[in-house]
């Protein structure tokens, strides 16, 4: 890989497990040096154990920023990207079931063992199920404030390794990590302590008007599945404890031999405009009935107007000289 095609910013790095290949597969979303847009992967062995994630990957435009991926045990997957639906394989049934009943395209989703599963929406709402493993994490998500998180990975390959971004910046992680990228990592994190440490240095003055609350984003396009219009209505994905979660039937046991069976959401047609050029307001219907006039008041007749005698003496003078000349 020559110099101007080293990677300067990552989008989405994701590791898959070593399965019909001898090292683990991966993928990388990115900018280069030369402030390209570039898609890396594993060559051959990511095309052939992820046919479709592959196809779907290079279908997508602006794919190296827009695309999130992320690998489970086995061959499991799932990836999305806002406004292009999603695709997966391998994963739990409960998080496919409830990815097929939302109207929005998840910003991530994280993988772990034993059918573990974390799922966070657009707006800021997040599910997870861990069945019993990542202790730890699921008792900071339970104590977290509603909205709080902005990324979270578990990892397929330990029960206990987990990485959380809140959005106030600050992170809560359990792994040791390569020495050579963890006083990268410990750099970055001091980098975000200190910058939250000033703005607490410096509060507003009590009497400054508070600063807007920072908009969220937009909801995505819905997408197309064969439950789209539920018995029941569906109401968006919240802050669940594994505890509140019903336990569901799960996957089949994962098959590292050949690629799974894979799904997909699509963006629905955009509908077409509504007739009402005003979508938000109610317009009044014209009314043709009878008026009621408030209480026991009675409209009163219109004035009659006296004609002035001077005028009904010309009126009259005028019409005898007119009977006069047809004589």
Same mark, same amino acid.
């Given at each position: 890989?020559? /110099?101007?095609?080293?990677?300067?910013?990552?989008?989405?790095?994701?590791?898959?497990?070593?399965?019909?290949?001898?090292?683990? !597969?991966?993928?990388?979303?990115?900018?280069?040096?030369d402030?390209?847009?570039?898609?890396?992967?594993?060559?051959?062995?990511f095309?052939?154990?992820?046919?479709?994630?592959?196809?779907?990957?290079?279908? !997508?435009?602006?794919?190296?920023?827009?695309?999130?991926?992320?690998?489970?045990?086995?061959?499991?997957?799932?990836?999305?990207?806002?406004?292009?639906?999603?695709?997966?394989?391998?994963?739990?049934?409960?998080?496919?079931?409830?990815?097929?009943?939302?109207?929005?395209?998840?910003?991530?989703?994280?993988?772990?063992?034993?059918?573990?599963?974390?799922?966070?929406?657009p707006?800021?709402?997040?599910?997870?199920?861990?069945?019993?493993?990542?202790?730890?994490?699921?008792?900071?998500?339970?104590?977290?404030?509603?909205?709080?998180?902005?990324?979270?990975?578990?990892?397929?390959? $330990?029960?206990?390794?987990?990485?959380?971004?809140?959005?106030?910046?600050?992170?809560?992680? $359990?792994?040791?990590?390569?020495?050579?990228?963890? /006083?990268?990592?410990?750099?970055?994190?001091?980098?975000?302590?200190?910058?939250i440490?000033?703005?607490?240095?410096?509060?507003?003055?009590? +009497?400054?008007?508070?600063?807007?609350?920072?908009?969220?984003?937009l909801?995505?396009?819905?997408?197309?599945?064969?439950?789209?219009?539920?018995?029941?209505?569906?109401?968006?994905?919240?802050?669940?404890?594994?505890?509140?979660?019903?336990?569901?039937?799960?996957?089949?046991?994962?098959?590292?031999?050949?690629?799974?069976?894979?799904?997909?959401? +699509?963006?629905?047609?955009? /509908?077409?405009?509504?007739?009402?050029?005003?979508? +938000?307001?109610?317009? /009044?219907?014209?009314?043709?009935?009878?008026?009621?006039?408030?209480?026991s008041?009675?409209?009163?007749?219109?004035?009659?107007?006296?004609?002035?005698?001077?005028i009904?003496?010309?009126?009259?003078?005028?019409?005898?000289?007119?009977?006069?000349?047809?004589?």
């Amino acid at each position: 890989m020559g /110099p101007a095609w080293r990677i300067a910013q990552p989008f989405c790095l994701a590791l898959g497990p070593p399965v019909n290949s001898p090292e683990p !597969i991966w993928y990388i979303g990115c900018k280069v040096l030369d402030g390209q847009e570039k898609t890396f992967y594993s060559q051959t062995h990511f095309d052939i154990n992820y046919p479709d994630l592959a196809q779907w990957t290079k279908r !997508i435009p602006s794919a190296p920023r827009a695309c999130f991926v992320t690998f489970g045990e086995g061959l499991s997957y799932f990836a999305a990207a806002p406004g292009h639906g999603s695709i997966w394989a391998g994963i739990p049934s409960d998080l496919s079931d409830k990815v097929q009943k939302a109207f929005d395209t998840p910003c991530c989703v994280a993988l772990g063992k034993k059918n573990a599963w974390f799922v966070l929406w657009p707006d800021g709402y997040y599910s997870w199920k861990f069945y019993g493993h990542y202790a730890g994490l699921d008792t900071i998500l339970t104590d977290a404030e509603p909205r709080s998180v902005s990324y979270l990975a578990i990892s397929p390959y $330990n029960k206990q390794h987990y990485f959380v971004a809140f959005r106030d910046r600050t992170v809560k992680y $359990n792994f040791t990590g390569c020495p050579e990228w963890m /006083p990268l990592m410990q750099e970055v994190f001091a980098q975000w302590h200190s910058e939250i440490a000033q703005l607490q240095t410096y509060p507003q003055p009590p +009497y400054a008007s508070p600063a807007p609350p920072s908009p969220l984003p937009l909801a995505q396009q819905p997408h197309w599945n064969a439950n789209a219009y539920p018995a029941q209505p569906i109401s968006p994905a919240g802050q669940l404890s594994p505890q509140s979660l019903s336990p569901q039937t799960l996957s089949p046991q994962l098959s590292s031999s050949r690629p799974l069976s894979t799904y997909s959401n +699509y963006p629905l047609t955009p /509908p077409l405009p509504s007739p009402n050029p005003y979508p +938000y307001a109610v317009l /009044p219907q014209p009314y043709n009935g009878a008026v009621e006039v408030p209480g026991s008041n009675m409209l009163a007749p219109p004035v009659v107007v006296q004609k002035p005698s001077s005028i009904t003496k010309k009126k009259g003078l005028l019409s005898r000289l007119v009977e006069k000349s047809k004589h």
